[in-house]
Structure formats: structure tokens, C-alpha cells
């Protein structure tokens, strides 16, 4: 199994104590980043994690930033991406049952460790009973284009190397 998994910046410490886990359970990870401290741009990270998903070059995604919300809204925004944003084991349960959910957000402010690694394992553990294809083929229609490339945020990037985005 192989997972790819991003993070805001506030949570990089968490992102890294996540994949020592995931290592340990000898689970194969690619870390889309960030790897530091300094001030960035999430969603960046969150699309880096969802395209790795839809293109299936890894099995899943984890997403982490401060509340879970914005690197969840990030990732979601990717075509073929179904993220939950995770805050307990039975939701974890029925969105992979149910919903063949491929990422799963938290907020690293929020969740605990433990408790995020226990709905990980969920999350890696349930399989989807195939009930909601259909659903599931109208939710991931929503997107009409793929939008896949990195240079979707080049803008973006530009602002930030500026200062734009200084408080």
C-alpha cells in the first residue's frame, strides 16, 4: 500500500509523526510536502496529495492543516477526489463503505494523534461496498475538467514570492 500525504505548514510536525507511523506499519508514503515551518500556501499541497490519488499512483490520501477545512477544500477541488474530513472512527467507517472516499483530511490543531491514526487504519481498512457507483460517478461529474497540472497555483505562487500575502 501506498499513501500520499500533504499538510499546511502549523502542522508539519504532525504530517511527520503520521508518516513514522505509516512507516512503521509498512506502509509506503510519499510526502507531497510541506516540509517546514514556513508560511505557505496549502491548497498546493492539498492538490499535490489529490492528483498523486486520481491518478493512481499512490492507494489514498491524507491531507492535514489546522482545522482540516482549507487543505480539505483544496484537495476536494481536484476532479475524482472524495475527501472526508475526518473528526471520528464511524464517519471514517461509512465514508469509505459508502462513499469510496480517497483522501482523508484532519485538523492537526483539533484531533489528537491517536485518534487520527486509529481512523487512518480505518480508512486504509474498510472497503467500499460498491452500493453507489452511480452516486459516486454524478459526485466526481460535478468537476468538469481535470485539472491536474501543477501550474494551476503559478499565480498563486507568484503573489506569495512577492509579499502579497503578507500580513
Not at 516540509?35 to 498546493?44: A, G, L
Not at 464517519?91 to 469509505?96: G, H, M, S
Not at 454524478?138 to 507568484?158: A, G, R, T, V, W
Request: hydrophobic share 35%.
Amino acid at each position: 500500500m501506498k499513501i500520499a500525504i500533504g499538510c499546511d505548514h502549523i502542522v508539519t510536525d504532525i504530517k511527520d509523526k503520521v508518516i513514522e507511523m505509516l512507516k512503521r506499519d509498512g506502509i509506503e508514503v510519499l510526502d507531497c510536502g510541506t516540509y517546514d515551518f514556513e508560511r505557505t500556501h496549502y491548497p498546493i499541497y492539498g492538490h499535490k496529495v489529490a492528483v498523486n490519488v486520481v491518478e493512481k499512483n499512490v492507494d489514498f490520501g491524507i491531507v492535514i492543516c489546522g482545522t482540516g477545512v482549507g487543505i480539505s477544500n483544496g484537495a476536494q477541488k481536484t476532479k475524482g477526489a472524495r475527501v472526508l474530513l475526518a473528526k471520528d472512527v464511524l464517519t471514517v467507517e461509512d465514508a469509505r463503505k459508502n462513499y469510496d472516499a480517497n483522501i482523508i483530511g484532519f485538523g492537526g490543531r483539533i484531533v489528537g494523534l491517536g485518534l487520527m491514526y486509529e481512523m487512518i487504519e480505518t480508512f486504509i481498512n474498510t472497503k467500499y461496498e460498491g452500493k453507489n457507483d452511480q452516486l459516486i460517478n454524478q459526485i466526481d461529474s460535478l468537476i468538469k475538467n481535470k485539472n491536474y497540472s501543477d501550474s494551476i497555483f503559478d499565480e498563486e505562487n507568484k503573489k506569495w514570492d512577492s509579499g502579497f500575502y503578507d500580513e
